[in-house]
């Protein structure tokens, strides 16, 4: 690996989720999950991080590894525990967090929806039910007029097709359903929210008058799809899923029109409905047909993994983002990216080659502004539960005690520097 440099106003930071840190909440569809007895490890969305009760040390943990931007979630069933009554004592709570951001120098970027809901909207239909979409235009209303003079960066849905697909296709996460229909209707409904909310944000700050540019965006997660073989079966299914699982609810959330298999024309008319694209970014699949129209998503013979199998493709980064500038021509954020690795053997490897690849669309001319590491420090991993570890920081669970990781002080280097340097090359033997 070379030296790279990255611009002055890049910004490196972390992402996390509040199911995935805060720990306590009882009133939302995972801890439901987890009491139901479906996490792998047996581990319980209730313990997590206890973040929530450590918000000083992990912000603290932050500027120790010169994290300047961060993403964080707001957890709705804190936020209205009841439909329709939202409370002061968590609108408190999190304002002092984005405050104590701020003034730690770090630029928030807020999630208003991340894969956990209320329970009361669980019974309502959730995303399910037409309402859903009125339900969560309140939601967001209130969150821009009680945060929106602090945050000026809005995700308003992380990954609405993992949240359909694993929730609704595979059946593994609530709400457990195995219905395609019914996934793709999730997907439109969950659109037709950010088409709804997209508007919102912007009216009420600028109404308002509030402080910096208002930018909104979703948070998708863009895998690499390839052909397993030349066949023409593998290259049609490569090509329905991409399109099924990626292309069409990319369209819709930053152009406002629907596309096969979603639908047709423009519920909420033309956009644009995004301010940037949120990339969240993993890894590749190589698609092979199986018997009658199903098909295997596989690992390149030979290539490196993480812990939890996936492959390790930094150049996929590179090739998505390009892809969906030349598609949509807006900024981009990665708003995650990060991998799996108990050992810290990998993970300030794969971080070098993933901003390199950054650094290369840079110099292209190619908008990025933004990366977020997946996550600050391990957490509650959905299903995988507390096995699976992302983090730059190591959490002991049972103590709560954070410890950096050499990934950690690598990301730190980078984000300090600007850059790679040859110095944190040679320091931490860089390949
Ligand atoms: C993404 C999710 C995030 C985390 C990472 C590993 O799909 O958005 O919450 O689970 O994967």
């Not at 999630?111 to 009361?120: A, D, G, N, Q, V």
């Not at 292209?364 to 096995?387: A, Q």
């Amino acid at each position: 690996m070379k030296p790279f440099k990255l611009p002055e106003d890049f910004l490196l930071g972390t992402a996390t989720a509040a199911l995935q840190i805060e720990g306590g909440d009882t009133n939302n569809n995972w801890y439901e999950w987890c009491e139901a007895g479906h996490i792998k490890d047996g581990s319980h969305s209730k313990r997590a991080n206890d973040h929530y009760n450590r918000v000083e040390e992990d912000i603290g943990l932050m500027s120790q590894i010169n994290a300047s931007c961060y993403r964080m979630g707001l957890e709705w069933s804190r936020l209205e525990p009841k439909e329709g009554c939202f409370s002061s004592e968590a609108v408190a709570h999190y304002r002092r967090e984005i405050l104590l951001l701020k003034q730690a120098g770090i630029e928030p970027l807020v999630t208003l929806f991340h894969f956990s809901y209320p329970t009361w909207f669980s019974k309502s239909g959730a995303f399910e039910a037409d309402t859903c979409v009125e339900r969560f235009k309140r939601y967001v209303l209130f969150c821009v007029e009680s945060f929106g003079d602090l945050v000026s960066e809005w995700v308003t849905i992380n990954e609405p097709n993992v949240f359909a697909v694993s929730g609704y296709v595979q059946g593994v996460w609530p709400p457990g359903k195995k219905d395609i229909p019914l996934a793709l209707k999730i997907m439109r409904n969950l659109a037709l929210c950010h088409l709804e909310t997209y508007p919102i944000i912007h009216k009420v700050r600028k109404e308002r008058t509030y402080p910096g540019e208002t930018r909104v965006g979703v948070a998708h997660h863009l895998r690499i799809f390839e052909p397993h073989s030349n066949s023409p079966t593998d290259r049609l299914l490569t090509w329905f899923l991409k399109r099924a699982f990626q292309e069409a609810v990319v369209k819709v959330t930053t152009k406002g029109s629907l596309s096969f298999p979603l639908g047709m024309g423009s519920p909420k008319g033309v956009g644009p409905f995004c301010d940037f694209l949120g990339i969240n970014y993993y890894s590749r699949d190589k698609v092979k047909a199986t018997a009658k129209g199903m098909f295997k998503q596989l690992v390149q013979p030979g290539a490196p993994t993480n812990d939890l199998g996936w492959e390790i493709y930094p150049e996929g980064l590179y090739r998505l983002c390009k892809d969906m500038y030349q598609k949509y021509g807006i900024p981009i954020y990665i708003t995650e990216n990060g991998t799996c690795d108990a050992e810290d053997k990998f993970r300030a490897q794969y971080i070098a080659d993933h901003l390199y690849q950054v650094s290369r669309l840079i110099e292209e001319g190619i908008p990025v502004k933004r990366y977020y590491y997946w996550s600050l420090m391990d957490n509650f991993e959905w299903i995988e539960g507390e096995s699976a570890r992302f983090g730059l920081i190591h959490c002991d669970y049972e103590t709560q005690k954070r410890t950096i990781r050499k990934s950690g002080r690598v990301f730190s280097a980078i984000s300090r520097d600007k850059g790679l340097t040859q110095d944190v090359i040679d320091e931490f033997e860089i390949k």
